[in-house]
């Protein structure tokens, strides 16, 4: 019997805004097929001199903008993120997850890795058992290999996604014969 294994992956190899471009292609291509996608996507706020290039994750499904970007930044605080603003988008989120296909969020990142921001939509979706497709920092692997042990690891390209959707999808098929 086919154990039915979680297909989760993680893009490596590329910066933010390349990975979330090719988020973006993911999802165009995917809806075009009829595949049920839910998840975030990271669009920066374009301002030059910050540390953090926090902006806003737009909602794949309903194209709600959740604004992750503190105008005002706390003191002592040198990067612009509002967990708050992540959390919310996690929590939008959620209620696509039943229905959908696959599920894709901008990044396991710091608030993540400190059991805020998208989690809940990570956790959900992999207790679902659906497909998730994500990037990770290296500097937060520790906590996302406490997540995810067995993520496959792609590399940065419509390819390589397309690669990994197709084993997910002939996995699934596979288990479903069982």
């Known amino acids: 019997m086919l154990e039915r294994k979680r297909h989760i992956a993680r893009i490596v190899g590329a910066d933010s805004a390349t990975v979330q471009r090719l988020f973006g292609e993911a999802v165009r291509r995917w809806r075009a097929t009829d595949v049920r996608v839910a998840g975030v996507i990271e669009e920066t706020h374009g301002l ?5 290039n926090a902006g806003v994750l737009r909602d794949v499904l309903t194209g709600e903008r959740h ?3 503190l105008e005002i930044l706390p003191p002592g605080k040198i990067c612009h993120v509002d967990a708050s603003g992540a959390e919310q988008a996690g929590r939008s989120v959620l209620a696509g997850i039943a229905d959908s296909d696959v599920v894709v969020l901008s990044k396991f990142g710091k608030l993540e ?3 805020r921001g998208l989690i809940g939509a990570f956790e959900a979706a992999a207790a679902a058992g659906k497909p998730i497709l994500t990037t990770v920092a290296e500097k937060h692997l ?14 940065p390209s419509v390819a390589a996604i397309e690669r990994w959707w197709s084993a997910s999808v002939e996995t699934d098929r596979a288990c479903r014969k069982e």
């Open 67 to 69: 604004s992750i970007f």
């Open 48 to 52: 030059t001199g910050r540390t953090c």
């Open 142 to 155: 520790e906590a996302w290999d406490t997540f995810a042990p067995e993520a496959e690891i792609i590399a």
């Open 113 to 115: 890795a400190g059991g």
